[in-house]
């Protein structure tokens, strides 16, 4: 217009401003239909599952699901569902829709409600029973994982079905669920080749189901047997070993293991990198092999395996420099020279447990200190020989330490107490058996046990 031209008119322009709004869609004009209808609800139905995916079960279950027909449709359709029943209020639940009906009944019904359930925790539900497990193998065929830990009233006919009804299952943990036996174990094994994890701790297994897992889920990377006993089964372990070289986690700890299926795992599975062996009857072979031959190695425990030498240390130290937690309590015939010598070989510590010998530790602590400024937990119990000196650098170069135990550390005083509350404030310390107690979190100290029970014995204290 400037340049003195006009704009061109449109002369249909008047026509579609006339019309627009007045398309039917559904028997209704659009601007109607736009004013009675949310948005919302003209989501194509692949965007509306995208969108209530990213909503917690709960929510889908009490709220959404009431909105509408096609929303209770829906939420039962949202793909990867994860039903963890230690966060859902299931009493609440039952109490609304559910009457007098028992609490296992009702996951049940919660689980039946999505049909695409992919993941299930009922982990620490001790009344779980057989028919809730049968009932969410029933409806709930595309699980992957399923976490049965501490269920301990399921019962070998369950699992069995469960592994028939879910073939994709990837990870499964059955935890003190000590009415196992081989056979579930077994039919998982035959039903679910695409297993990659599998935990059967403080279950009676034999190496029959260590076999058949080996047979026919080659994709294990970690397997969990503790208290298994497996000592008479090394060539079932060997076979686990050759037949899955993706290991990565393996925890055979109180299972009784000999030295040669430990070095059978670290011969074929060199992508190892926790390795939990305590209570186990091996060597210095057993060590040494796991150190040359898994340069990944982060994690090894090995505490109570009185046949390990310094030779064992020295070969971690020099072969695994990326070693995050190393757990040798109880190994009586390693020296402190060695356990510093894995200190300084090992930059990366943030766990370390060497109790049990009386006449060890300054050289060990002095290295950790000097070596191991990310160290977060530390155990050194039974040192009559640990002086405050080396305490004291402890804590100035471990700023981050948040667990420390040196009970029955006779020579400590209140120096080491007074640095480990001015430099670790965030730690737990532990001084039992010492003159003074143990250190609390808001760094007073509670008296040792001894003072004011004088009748009392021993006392144990079992954590996690």
């Known amino acids: 217009q400037s340049r003195g031209t006009e704009l061109k ?40 599952l995208q969108v209530l995916g990213w909503v917690d ?24 569902m994860v039903l963890d029943f230690r966060r859902l209020p299931v009493n609440a639940w039952l109490r609304q829709h559910a009457g007098e009906a028992s609490s296992t009944r009702a996951v049940v019904e919660i689980a039946t409600r ?18 809730v497990v049968l009932g969410i193998a029933e409806h709930c065929p595309l699980l992957t994982t399923v976490d049965l830990a501490g269920c301990n009233v399921v019962s070998d ?53 260590v076999v058949q897992l080996a047979r026919h889920c080659p994709r294990l990377t970690s397997v969990d047997f503790t208290y298994s006993d497996l000592g008479n089964s090394a060539a079932a372990v060997i076979e686990l070993a050759t037949r899955c070289p993706l290991l990565t986690e393996v925890n055979f700890s109180y299972s009784h293991l000999g030295s040669s299926a430990v070095m059978g795992l670290a011969t074929h599975c060199p992508l190892l990198t926790t390795v939990k062996i305590a209570w186990c009857n091996i ?32 070969e971690l130290a020099m072969h695994c420099p990326q070693l995050v937690n190393v757990d040798f309590d109880d ?17 990366l510590l943030t766990l370390f447990r ?37 305490v004291i650098m402890l804590a100035k170069c471990c700023p981050q330490l948040t667990s420390a135990r040196f009970a029955h550390c006779e020579q400590l005083t209140r120096d080491a107490v007074s640095a480990l509350a001015t430099y670790c404030p965030r730690a737990h310390v532990d001084f039992s058996g010492c003159d003074f107690g143990t250190l609390l979190e808001d760094g007073t100290v ?12 021993e006392l144990d204290f079992y954590s996690d």
């Open 57 to 80: 079960p709960w929510t889908l279950l009490t709220v959404v699901a009431r909105v509408c027909r096609r929303w209770w449709m829906a939420c039962g359709d949202v793909a990867g």
């Open 9 to 48: 008119k449109d002369p249909h322009k008047n026509e579609r401003e006339q019309s627009r709004g007045t398309e039917l869609v559904g028997g209704m004009p659009m601007y109607l239909r736009s004013a009675v209808e949310p948005p919302v609800h003209t989501l194509p139905a692949e965007l509306l």
């Open 331 to 347: 190994c009586d015939q390693l020296t402190d020279g060695a356990m510093a010598q894995l200190a300084r070989g090992c930059p």
């Open 283 to 314: 060597d210095d072979s057993a060590v040494v092999e796991l150190a040359k031959r898994c340069p990944l190695l982060k994690s090894i425990v090995c505490s109570h395996c009185g046949k390990l030498t310094d030779y064992s240390v020295l």
């Open 114 to 131: 999505f049909r695409r359930v992919a993941a299930l925790n009922l982990r620490g539900l001790n009344d779980i029973s057989d028919e």
């Open 157 to 209: 006919a369950a699992v069995i079905r469960l592994a028939e009804c879910s073939p994709e299952l990837t990870s499964v943990d059955f935890t003190l669920c000590n009415q196992l036996r081989d056979v579930a174990a077994v039919a998982l094994a035959e039903h679910c080749p695409l297993l990659t994890s599998v935990r059967f701790v403080k279950v009676k297994l034999s190496g029959a189901s």
């Open 446 to 457: 509670e008296p040792d046990y001894a003072e004011l029970e004088p009748d009392y014995d």
């Open 354 to 390: 060497f109790s049990g010998y009386r006449m060890l530790g300054i050289e060990t602590v002095e290295a950790l200190a000097k070596s191991c400024p990310q160290l977060t937990t530390f155990n050194i119990s039974d040192c009559e020989t640990l002086t405050d000196d080396a």
